[in-house]
Structures are given as C-alpha cells and as structure tokens.
C-alpha cells in the first residue's frame, strides 16, 4: 500500500534563515507531488506541483522553492524565511489524471519566530 | 469569484441529526469533487471522491454532485461527536493540469 512521509513534524525557525521540508511516497511509482501551505484558520493554499522529475508548477509567487530530485521526493525550500511563511505545509500525492484522488502527509507546523 | 466556495460556519447540529455542507465551484470544467475531514491540528484526510451527476452512498456520507449548477454537497447521517472537524471541498479540472483546489472549508459542531 501507499504510503507518504513528511517531516519533521513541527518546526520553529528565526526569520531570514533557511528551510528544507522534505516529503516522500512509498508503494507507487511516478506520482503527482504538491505542496501546500493552511495559515492558522484558513484553508489550503497550492504552492507547488509536480507532475514528473524536474517538472515544478509554482502557484504562487514567494520566497519559496520546491524541488523533485527523485520520482518519489519532493523539496519545499527557502533562503530566508518570512514571518508570513509561518503556517502548516502539507504534502500531497496522487496517480494519473482526472478521476483520482489526493493523499496528504502529516503536515509540518512551521513557526517562523 | 473564489474558485471553490464554502461557507465557513460553524454549523451546529445535534447528535443523530442529520448534517448538510455545501460547496460551489466556478470552472465548469471541473471533473472530479472531493470531500475531506480535517480534524484540529491534524492533515486532511479523504472522506469520499464523486465524479457524476448524482448521489453516491459511503456509510453515514452521501456525496451529491450536480455540475449544471456547479454545486457539491455532503450529507452525514446519525452524526457524531466525533464528526466534529472542518469539512473541506476540493476540486480537480480538465484545464490541463493535475491541481486540486480546495475551499476554505466549514467547520461543523456536533452537539452531544
């Protein structure tokens, strides 16, 4: 069965300092990667997707990256972290086109102090 | 115009009522309608998916679809304490990407 990791689960990190979120998926092959980012009380905001190895959608400009170094990996980084990044990224796969359905990870709360 | 629309609530109900949640979407070219849970704290996790026109059944979860009027619902029957969390909709579309686009979510209360 399919499974997907992300981690760590919370973080807490000064402004102007970098960040890695890593996420990976175990059980299938060649999966769509988003990331996703829910400020307190609020609904999910799509950042990235990948759809292939090398392949990033940004959805919203920022002082984000993502990146997708293997089939099953998928990076959200930044240089310098904002207050404003402060917020819960999730990780999410699916399979195929249309007609499928998205899994998430955990969630990483991230605190930027 | 939000791309999908919910109305955030809370939305109280009593316990063994039945709970209602609405979604509407703007891009009729929308194919694929999803329903989450997401409890406090916690990732959202999948209740039910719907792809026609209609009604589909899962347990105490009915999902309805009707894409002339560009409207998804969520129906829980005999609902719980433990159904209290934020229902989010979320959309996928034939626009030639594979984005699934979520709404703001309702928050339902379900009163012992």
């Known amino acids: 069965s399919q499974t997907i990791h992300q981690w760590p689960a919370t973080l807490v990190q000064p402004v102007g300092s970098p960040l890695s979120l890593e996420c990976t998926v175990e059980?299938?092959?060649?999966?769509?990667l988003y990331w996703y980012r829910q400020a307190a009380g609020r609904g999910l905001q799509l950042l990235f997707y990948s759809v292939g190895i090398g392949q990033i959608s940004s959805e919203v400009p920022q002082n984000l990256s993502a990146s997708r170094p293997q089939d099953r990996q998928f990076i959200l980084s930044s240089k310098k972290l904002l207050l404003s990044d402060s917020g819960f990224y999730l990780c999410a796969w699916s399979v195929g086109l249309l007609y499928t359905e998205a899994f998430f990870g955990q969630g990483t709360r991230l605190t930027v102090v | 115009q939000k791309e999908v629309e919910q109305n955030s609530g809370p939305l109280s109900v009593p316990e063994g009522a039945i709970a209602s949640l609405n979604c509407t979407y703007s891009?009729?070219?929308?194919?694929?309608f999803f329903w989450y849970r997401q409890y406090s704290g916690k990732s959202p996790e999948l209740i039910m998916s719907i792809y026609s026109n209609g009604d589909k059944e899962d347990g105490r979860f009915t999902a309805q679809l009707n894409k002339a009027s560009q409207y998804v619902s969520l129906l829980i029957r005999d609902s719980q304490p433990s159904d209290s969390a934020t229902y989010l909709c979320a959309v996928n579309t034939i626009s030639g990407t594979y984005k699934y686009i979520f709404g703001t979510g309702t928050r339902l209360k379900v009163l012992a």
């Open positions: 059980g299938t092959s060649n999966p769509n």
């Open positions: 891009d009729r070219g929308s194919q694929s």
